[in-house]
C-alpha cells in the first residue's frame, strides 16, 4: 500500500515531496481535484527561519518531470474508508489503498452571502470570474481588512472603491494600529483624492445623501480623539460554495494571473477613487435587477443582530424607507422618488447604503470540508459494544475538529484517527501542552512551543506539510521539531514594502485582554522626514501587573489613551517623559519601537527584559539580529529601548 496525500495545494505538495525524497523507490500518490498543482520555491533567505517563498502553479506532466514516484491522480475523493484503508474516487469510481494518509485539503473564502455579484478569490478560476464581472463594472465592494483585501484596495486604483472594514484601522490582520498608521498613507492619500474630486453629495453611488455621513480616511494617531463604538464584533458566516476549489493562488498573485492585462484598455486608464467605511460590516444586499415585486432587502445573520436585536429593526426600517419610493417609480406610480442606478446594493451596520457592481468578499477563509470529511465526522453515531474486534472500534472513530470545522491534529500532525495525519489550513495544531491555561505574566515560558502559533499563511503551509510526511514516515526525531515549529518568521510585501513578522509581535497566546490592548496601543510619534524616534510603550498595569481582566476604570483610562507610560528619546535616547501611569506597578510587556517616516517601521513586544516578537517593516535588516534574541531570550533590560538606537551596531553584541 502507498503513501498518499490528498491536496494539491502547497501543504499537499511539500508533503509530498519530502514523502518522495524519504522514500525514493516507493511510488507516493497525490490525490487532487484541480488541473494544476502549487509548487512553492524558496526565493531568498533572510535568516535561518525566514524565506521569502514563490509558489509556481504546474500542470501534473509538468511536475512529474522533477518528481518522478509521485503519481498524480486528478479526482475528487468521495469518501475514506478507515477501517479498509482506501480512499474512494468519486469521478472514476475507484478505490486506492493507503498505508498513511495525509489530508491537505486546504480552505476556500468565507463569502458574506451566496449571491452571483458576491465573488471571493482563492483560485485561479475566482480570479477570472472577477475579471470577467470588471469587464463592464465601475463600482466595487470590497469587504474585508486581510492581506487580499489590503492588494485589492490598493491595486483596483481603476475602479470606484467601497472598502468595509469591522475595525477602526486598516490591516488589522497583520498589523497594530501604529503600523497601519505608517503602512498606510497611500490609501489615506487616495481617500482624500475621493473627498476632493469624488462625488459632493449622494448616497454612496447613488444620488441621495446618505443617512450616515461616510468616513474618508482614519486620522493618524495624532489627529483623532476618542475612538467610536464599533456597530459590530462578529464576522458573517455564508454557505460554502459547491464547486471544486483549486488550489490557492500564493504571493503577488495580481501579478501573476496577469489581472490588470485582461480587463480592457480604457477601463485600465480610468482612475477611480476610494472610500473607506471603518467599524462597519454588511447587514444586508439587494439585487435591483430583480421586477419590483422580488426586488427585496437580504439580510445576513451577523452575530450582533443577536445580541442588539434593535439594530436589525432600525436598518430593515431604514432600508425599506429607501426602496419604498424606488419600489412606487419603477412600478409607475409616480413620485419621483429615485431609481436604481446600480444593480446591486449593500447596506452597513452602520446605516450606510452603497451601490455597486460587484462586491469583493475578503473576509477570511473556512475548512474545505468535502463530504468524505463530513462522513470521517459523523462516523461515531453508535458506540461500539465491548466484545467488538477492533476493526469495528477504528469504524465508530470520528474524526475531531475545532469548533471553526477544521481538523485538530497533535504535536506529530496526527488527527484523531489512527494512520490519517493532517497538514497546512484545513488543521488546526494543537499540540497536548497548548491546551493548559497560559499565564501571560511568565511570559513564553507556559508555551509550547513559545515562539510559534499558527495563522494559516503560505509559509506555514510549506512548513507543515514538509513536518507531516516526516511525522508520517516517522523520521521527524532526525530532523528536529525546531527546525520546523520554532519560530513563527513570516515575510511579505505590501505596496511595495519588505514587512517582516517574528515571533509573537502582537502578543498572540498571552491572553485575549493582553493582545487587544497590545494592538490599541498607539505610539504618539511625530512624523517628520528628517528624525528617528524611539519610543518605549508600557501597556496598563491593570492588563499586565496582576494577570486580571482590567477594572472598569482601567479600560476607561484605556480609553482615553491615559494609562499609557512613554519615554521618548531623540536622538540619544536621554530624557523621561512624565506619566499618568508613572505610579502604577512595572508592567511585565512592554512595546518598544522605531520609525523613520515612509522608510522604516521598527516594534519589539518585550516581556520581562526579553523580546518575544517583533515587526518589521522596510529593509531594516534586522531581522536575524531579533530572530535570534528571541530564541535565545537573552535579557536586553540593559540596553532598554537604546536597543533601537541606530547608531548601535546590534550584529556586535548579538549576532
Known amino acids: 500500500m502507498s503513501k498518499v496525500v490528498i491536496g494539491g495545494g502547497i501543504s499537499g505538495v511539500c508533503c509530498a515531496q519530502e514523502l518522495a525524497r524519504l522514500n525514493p523507490s516507493e511510488e507516493i500518490i497525490l490525490i487532487t481535484a484541480a488541473e494544476t498543482l502549487l509548487e512553492a520555491k524558496s526565493v531568498f533567505a533572510w535568516s535561518k527561519y525566514l524565506e521569502e517563498i514563490d509558489i509556481f502553479e504546474k500542470t501534473a506532466d509538468q511536475f512529474i518531470l522533477s518528481n518522478p514516484n509521485i503519481r498524480i491522480i486528478q479526482d475528487i475523493v468521495d469518501d475514506i474508508v478507515t477501517v479498509a484503508k482506501q480512499v474512494h474516487l468519486k469521478n472514476s469510481n475507484t478505490f486506492i489503498s493507503y498505508s498513511r494518509l495525509c489530508i491537505c485539503t486546504g480552505v476556500r473564502p468565507k463569502l458574506i452571502a451566496d449571491h452571483e455579484r458576491i465573488v471571493g478569490i482563492r483560485d485561479l478560476f475566482s480570479v477570472h470570474t472577477l475579471v470577467h464581472k470588471m469587464q463592464t463594472a465601475r463600482t466595487v465592494v470590497v469587504v474585508g481588512n486581510g492581506g487580499i483585501a489590503l492588494e485589492l484596495a490598493h491595486e483596483l486604483k481603476f475602479m470606484d472603491v467601497h472598502w468595509v472594514v469591522r475595525e477602526n484601522y486598516i490591516g488589522a490582520a497583520f498589523f497594530d494600529e501604529s503600523a497601519s498608521d505608517f503602512i498606510m498613507p497611500q490609501l489615506r492619500r487616495r481617500a482624500k483624492d475621493h473627498m476632493d474630486n469624488g462625488p459632493s453629495s449622494g448616497e454612496a453611488g447613488d444620488g441621495r445623501a446618505p443617512s450616515v455621513p461616510l468616513t474618508a480616511g482614519r486620522p493618524s494617531p495624532m489627529e483623532k480623539s476618542a475612538p467610536s463604538s464599533a456597530a459590530a464584533t462578529a464576522t458573517a458566516t455564508a454557505t460554502a460554495a459547491t464547486t471544486v476549489a483549486g488550489c490557492g493562488l500564493g504571493p503577488a498573485w495580481l501579478t501573476k494571473t496577469k489581472f490588470h492585462d485582461q480587463l480592457p484598455e480604457e477601463l485600465r486608464h480610468r482612475r477611480g477613487y476610494l472610500q473607506m467605511h471603518f467599524e462597519s460590516e454588511v447587514a444586508g444586499y439587494l439585487d435591483s435587477t430583480h421586477p419590483p415585486e422580488q426586488c427585496q432587502w437580504q439580510w445576513i445573520d451577523l452575530d450582533v443582530f443577536h445580541t442588539d436585536p434593535h439594530l436589525q429593526a432600525t436598518l430593515q426600517q431604514q432600508a425599506t424607507a429607501w426602496l419604498l419610493p424606488r419600489h412606487e417609480t419603477a412600478s409607475g406610480g409616480g413620485g419621483g422618488g429615485g431609481t436604481f442606478s446600480h444593480p446591486f446594493y449593500i447596506i452597513t451596520t452602520q446605516g450606510e447604503i452603497v451601490g455597486c457592481d460587484v462586491v469583493i468578499s475578503a473576509t477570511g477563509v473556512q475548512a474545505n470540508h468535502a463530504s468524505f470529511l463530513d462522513h470521517l465526522t459523523q462516523q461515531q453515531q453508535q458506540p461500539p459494544s465491548s466484545d467488538a474486534p477492533a476493526a469495528a472500534a477504528a469504524a465508530t472513530a470520528a474524526l475531531s475538529l475545532d469548533k471553526d470545522g477544521f481538523i485538530l491534529v497533535n504535536e506529530r500532525m496526527e488527527s484523531s484517527l489512527p494512520g490519517i495525519f493532517a497538514a497546512g489550513d484545513c488543521c488546526t495544531y494543537r499540540p497536548a501542552s497548548l491546551r493548559e491555561t497560559h499565564n501571560h505574566l511568565n511570559g513564553v515560558a507556559g508555551l509550547s512551543p513559545p515562539h510559534f502559533f499558527q495563522m494559516r499563511l503560505w509559509t506555514q503551509a510549506r512548513i507543515m506539510g514538509t513536518y507531516a510526511a516526516q511525522c508520517l514516515c516517522e523520521v521527524e526525531g532526525d530532523y528536529g521539531i525546531d527546525q520546523h515549529l520554532e519560530l513563527f518568521a513570516h515575510v511579505t510585501r505590501?505596496?511595495?514594502?519588505?514587512?517582516?513578522?517574528?515571533?509573537?509581535?502582537?502578543?498572540?497566546?498571552?491572553?485575549?485582554?493582553?493582545?487587544?490592548?497590545?494592538?490599541?496601543?498607539?505610539?504618539?510619534?511625530?512624523?517628520?522626514?528628517?528624525?528617528?524616534?524611539?519610543?518605549?510603550?508600557?501597556?496598563?498595569?491593570?492588563?499586565?501587573?496582576?494577570?486580571?481582566?482590567?477594572?472598569?476604570?482601567?479600560?476607561?483610562?484605556?480609553?482615553?489613551?491615559?494609562?499609557?507610560?512613554?519615554?521618548?528619546?531623540?536622538?540619544?535616547?536621554?530624557?523621561?517623559?512624565?506619566?499618568?501611569?508613572?505610579?502604577?506597578?512595572?508592567?511585565?510587556?512592554?512595546?518598544?519601537?522605531?520609525?523613520?517616516?515612509?522608510?522604516?517601521?521598527?516594534?519589539?513586544?518585550?516581556?520581562?527584559?526579553?523580546?518575544i516578537g517583533a515587526l518589521l517593516i522596510g529593509d531594516t535588516e534586522m531581522e536575524e539580529v531579533f530572530e535570534n534574541l528571541i530564541l535565545n531570550q537573552l535579557d536586553v533590560t540593559s540596553l532598554g529601548p537604546d536597543l533601537l538606537d541606530p547608531d548601535h551596531d546590534l550584529t556586535d553584541y548579538f549576532d
Open 494 to 611: 505590501f505596496f511595495g514594502l519588505k514587512v517582516v513578522l517574528l515571533g509573537r509581535y502582537n502578543a498572540q497566546g498571552l491572553g485575549m485582554e493582553v493582545e487587544r490592548i497590545a494592538k490599541r496601543t498607539v505610539l504618539q510619534l511625530p512624523m517628520q522626514d528628517d528624525c528617528d524616534t524611539t519610543t518605549k510603550t508600557g501597556t496598563p498595569a491593570t492588563a499586565t501587573a496582576t494577570g486580571e481582566p482590567p477594572s472598569d476604570e482601567g479600560d476607561a483610562s484605556d480609553e482615553q489613551d491615559h494609562h499609557h507610560s512613554h519615554v521618548t528619546k531623540r536622538p540619544k535616547l536621554h530624557e523621561t517623559a512624565p506619566s499618568a501611569a508613572s505610579s502604577a506597578p512595572s508592567s511585565s510587556l512592554e512595546i518598544w519601537s522605531r520609525v523613520t517616516p515612509h522608510k522604516q517601521f521598527i516594534k519589539l513586544m518585550v516581556c520581562r527584559g526579553r523580546i
